[in-house]
């Protein structure tokens, strides 16, 4: 059973760092493309940020560029999402995917999720 589990969200304040972690069972990570989504409460997801199996390639999104850092440790079947300076508008559920693309036009288009963590910014 493919399993995808998110962890490290919290109530932070605006400019402060945090890190989420997703850890993985029942499928084979290291030759899998991960990636990782939000979704703010009464909106549809929003693609965030993808690696390539190997780390080789990785996106973001325009609103999280030079701010959040996607990593992974195959050894760990773990894949990280590093926030600094986060904002207000950084307030979501965050879930990691096993697909380079989870999402377009706000529609969730494949991939297995986890539940999700929360992680809201506020003052």
């Known amino acids: 059973e493919v399993q995808l589990v998110e962890s490290g969200g919290g109530l932070v304040q605006p400019g402060s760092s945090l890190k989420l972690s997703c850890t993985t069972s029942g499928f084979s990570f290291e030759t899998r493309d991960m990636s990782w989504v939000r979704q703010a409460p009464g909106k549809g997801p929003e693609w965030v940020s993808s690696?390539?199996?190997?780390?080789?390639?990785?996106s973001y999104a325009d609103s999280v560029k030079g701010r959040f850092t996607i990593s992974r440790d195959n050894a760990k079947n773990t894949v990280y999402l590093q926030l600094t300076d986060v904002k207000p508008e950084d307030t979501g559920v965050y879930h990691c995917?096993?697909?380079?693309?989870?999402?377009?036009?706000?529609?969730?288009?494949?991939?297995?999720w986890g539940q999700g963590t929360q992680v809201t910014v506020s003052s």
């Open positions: 995917a096993d697909t380079f693309i989870p999402v377009i036009d706000g529609q969730r288009i494949g991939g297995t």
């Open positions: 690696i390539n199996s190997r780390g080789a390639r990785i």
